[in-house]
């Protein structure tokens, strides 16, 4: 196929969504850009520059369509790459139908869970949209937005169960600053996804609290042995390398990185802000918030181990408090 001939849209417009047009506009003559402001798009056909999120990063308006007309993006486009916080998805492209998305391809760069659903995002498409689950991927990695903006070298994974469509999304997203390999795991790499924004979250509670860098690497540890226990207990068919970028890479760069979002918002719980205050402090979603409530949901089905997930839970959503429950946790470590 010719990597020129299928046209791409991105939908959303945050930090990641706009790293990711900047990655597409230096690879492609052209893409479709759907974002919600008008400001936003303002800024980029006057100035070509996201004037709300990484505003240093420059984009040439003559490789990108902007536009907030949702239908009109989708429409023109046959790969859809959605960068859409996980908790405005639903509301997003309620307006959209399961006709929008015929032969089209869907690709999830989404953090997180449909929570009016509680779904993963590529089940949330197949269930309500009846896109072909051999035309959906996901893109992931250990990659924040803002390094990406520096074009400092990252490497990504494109996972689909359709291993022509994972390697064309891989050739989207090459250049000189991104390296992107290929996977079938599109389930695993997904809940991987999920799942580390919570323990970021938690990782940032400890270090809120004043933990050091041994007690969070014994912490991380137990964190990433949790992770591969949930996962290969809801998808034991699948014979995966959990020592890889998409999962232990990605699972590293969020709790330990000054760009994490999830850590960040973790360090004000453990600092004693209470939940509502962190949230206003946050200028961006903290995915892991959503994330915690419908894992734990989730998990009420497959009745999984998981007490960092079940404390994490407890401080958010149960005004639990917070140094007790790590405390609590610190106890079963090793």
């Keep these: 196929m010719n990597l020129f001939k299928r046209k791409v849209a991105v939908i959303g417009s945050g930090s990641w969504a706009t790293a990711i047009v900047k990655i597409l506009s230096d690879n492609l003559p052209s893409i479709y850009w ?25 984009i040439d308006p003559k490789h990108v369509k902007v536009s907030n007309d949702l239908v009109k993006t989708v429409s023109k486009a046959d790969i859809i790459i959605m960068v859409i916080p996980s908790a405005y998805l639903h509301r997003t492209i309620s307006d959209l139908e399961p006709k929008h998305f015929e032969n089209k391809s869907i690709i999830s760069a989404i953090k997180g869970i449909v929570p009016e659903r509680m779904e993963f995002i590529t089940d949330y498409l197949i269930n309500h949209f009846h896109v072909d689950p051999q035309q959906l991927g996901v893109i992931s990695g250990p990659s924040h937005a803002e390094e990406i903006a520096w074009r400092k070298l990252t490497f990504l994974t494109s996972a689909s169960l359709n291993p022509e469509l994972a390697a064309e999304v891989a050739d989207y997203f090459n250049c000189d600053y991104v390296r992107t390999n290929v996977s079938d795991d599109i389930f695993g790499i997904e809940c991987s996804v999920v ?140």
């Design 34 to 58: 759907w974002v919600r402001e008008p400001e936003v798009i303002e800024s980029v056909q006057n100035n070509g520059r996201n004037c709300m999120y990484l505003s240093s990063v420059a």
């Design 195 to 334: 799942l580390k924004n919570i323990y970021a979250l938690a990782a940032g509670i400890f270090r809120g609290m004043g933990a050091g860098d041994n007690l969070l690497a014994l912490f991380n540890t137990n964190c990433i042995n949790e992770m591969i226990h949930f996962i290969s207990s809801i998808h034991p068919d699948k014979d995966r390398n959990f020592y890889t970028a998409p999962y232990l890479g990605d699972f590293l760069v969020t709790t330990y990185s000054q760009h994490s979002r999830n850590r960040a918002f973790g360090v004000m719980i453990g600092q004693g802000y209470s939940i509502r205050t962190a949230q206003l402090e946050m200028k961006m979603v903290a995915e892991g918030y959503y994330a915690t409530r419908c894992i734990h949901e989730i998990n009420m089905k497959y009745k999984i181990n998981t007490p960092i997930i079940n404390a994490v839970f407890s401080i958010l959503y149960e005004k639990a408090m917070f140094r007790q429950e790590m405390y609590n946790l610190l106890k079963s470590m090793k």
